[in-house]
């Protein structure tokens, strides 16, 4: 079979599996663990090489092709990964919920360091740390992003979005900005 | 054994933060050691292994005389210089032919461990150059019952998949779905766990593919997944286990406090599927409520009323008959 007709022909087979026992999937390690019994006939044949390989890679596909079928179920986020990896700024991602299967640690829980003398004195007083300066951006919501308070193209020196209407200016006078400087109509006694 | 090292400066200090308990650990890192017998072709099963744990995997190239089962006091030295909580160490014996020693640390002491001995092996070299990119993530799976039933078989699986599973991340990269490490073992699993008899037990065959997906016809969003054998492939047999003693076990399962879910009070589901929640409103004095401010409940004429609907009415006269009484004050009707 030529190479395009095999592809063709692949993309005829089923995308679904089916177990008589349902298969249980840890999606946060990427992990199924499937129950069913295997066929012992073929697994025990000790001359068949090829046919336990052949039995064992179609079991393969089963579970990749079930786990594959699940990933794509999750919800999917585009955009960058909030981490700042600069290199993985598009593409598709899924969000992958946490791993079920408990595995042991490899260190004790943590323990609480005991609090230092000054530390247990505040706490006593009811002493907190002065509220430091948050820096100079800030969050707007209108914009959807982070602006500068103050500074070169900072949001305190923004044009208001909504003036009022000037009867005087509207009627056709000058502009404001235009009568500034000018000692215009100044009359001098 | 280890003399306390105080952080000399700000890099030392990180690194001994690093290797300091935390709420959410790093990943486990392993180590391949070599027993005084071991034979090249377990050294090349563990390089193959290795190479699947990339980078979280450091290899030594000495032979060590160790005997795991009987003394694994250097085994721990070892985890605790190179801060590795996982051990693969390589054996070979007339007894135990070409036997691979799995062991896990907890707090830099054995937990568990268990022998595999490898009865085919078959090289990554050997099967078609398939190569994933390092430390991608793997998809695995555990085929067979006695996976759930005995509980060495259990050991294993977790062994396994502590091994194998890599970096715990969150947002998945569908590109990133490139294999599929594939643990099966037959049986049907009711082999009594105290008949000693290790022979009888069913091999476990650890496979490794190399996934292809190609755009299904029967469904759009769903591919059809195809498989082709990147190797190693290995057939172990089950030896020798030494169980976590229980009381490490339960210190190891222990979740911190930090992760472990809160109920949210006060927040229900009720039984359409709405998320329903109680706000806690005190008591209102309804003699003292102001209602002089709440234009709402002015009077208004009849003429008023025509397009609202007869509900309304209703309320209105609910709210005024309650109030109006007890003031007897003359509303000014606009």
């Not at chain 2, 996934?211 to 997944?225: A, E, F, G, L």
Request: proline share 5%.
């Amino acid at each position: 079979m030529s190479e395009s007709m095999k592809i063709q022909s692949i993309g005829d087979r089923p995308v679904t599996v089916e177990r008589a026992i349902p298969v249980t999937y840890d999606l946060g390690n990427l992990t199924m663990y499937d129950t069913n019994m295997m066929d012992s006939q073929i697994m025990s044949s000790t001359g068949e090489e090829e046919a336990k390989e052949a039995y064992l890679q179609s079991l393969a596909r089963d579970s990749a092709q079930l786990l594959v079928n699940q990933i794509l179920a999750l919800p999917v986020v585009t955009g960058g990964r909030t981490g700042g990896d600069v290199n993985h700024n598009d593409g598709v991602f899924v969000k992958l919920p946490d791993p079920t299967t408990q595995l042991p640690r490899e260190k004790p829980v943590p323990v609480p360091k005991p609090l230092t003398k000054w530390e247990k004195f505040a706490k006593q007083k009811g002493i907190t740390p002065k509220a430091r300066n948050t820096g100079n951006m800030v969050y707007d919501e209108a914009k959807g992003e982070w602006v500068k308070k103050w500074g070169y193209k900072g949001k305190n020196q923004e044009e208001p979005w909504l003036v009022e209407v000037d009867e005087k200016a509207e009627s056709g006078g000058t502009a404001e900005s235009e009568n500034k400087g000018k000692g215009k109509n100044k009359s001098r006694k | 054994m280890m003399r306390i090292v105080k952080p000399r400066n700000a890099r030392s200090k990180r690194a001994m933060d690093s290797r300091a308990p935390k709420v959410v650990e790093n990943t486990k890192t392993a180590l391949t050691v070599r027993g005084s017998t071991c034979s090249v072709l377990v050294q090349n099963a563990m390089t193959d292994i290795a190479a699947y744990k990339q980078p979280d995997i450091k290899k030594f190239q000495k032979k060590n005389e160790i005997r795991p089962f009987e003394d694994a006091s250097s085994l721990e030295f070892f985890s605790q210089k190179n801060d590795a909580s996982l051990i693969i160490f390589g054996s070979n014996s007339k007894k135990r032919p070409n036997t691979l020693t799995w062991l896990r640390t907890f707090n830099y002491q054995v937990l568990d461990m268990f022998e595999l001995k490898v009865l085919n092996y078959k090289a990554m070299s050997e099967f078609k150059k398939l190569t994933v990119n390092v430390g991608m993530k793997p998809m695995i799976s555990f085929i067979g019952p006695i996976f759930d039933s005995h509980p060495h078989y259990q050991m294993v699986k977790s062994m396994f998949l502590d091994f194998f599973r890599g970096e715990q991340i969150s947002m998945l990269d569908l590109a990133g779905l490139q294999y599929i490490i594939s643990v099966t073992a037959s049986g049907d699993g009711n082999i009594s766990v105290y008949s000693g008899d290790t022979s009888n037990l069913p091999p476990i065959n650890f496979r490794v593919y190399k996934i292809k997906t190609y755009k299904s016809k029967k469904q759009d969003k769903v591919p059809r997944v195809e498989l082709e054998e990147m190797g190693p492939r290995l057939d172990f047999q089950l030896g020798r286990v030494r169980e976590a003693d229980p009381d490490m076990m339960k210190q190891a399962m222990k979740i911190p406090k930090e992760l472990q879910p809160k109920a949210k009070k006060n927040v229900e589901t009720d039984l359409l599927g709405d998320k329903v929640a109680t706000i806690h409103v005190g008591k209102q004095d309804l003699m003292k409520l102001q209602t002089r401010k709440m234009k709402g409940l002015k009077k208004r004429s009849k003429d008023e009323f025509e397009g609202q609907g007869g509900v309304d009415d209703e309320i209105e006269d609910v709210i005024v008959s309650d109030e109006e009484q007890p003031k007897k004050r003359k509303r000014h009707i606009k």
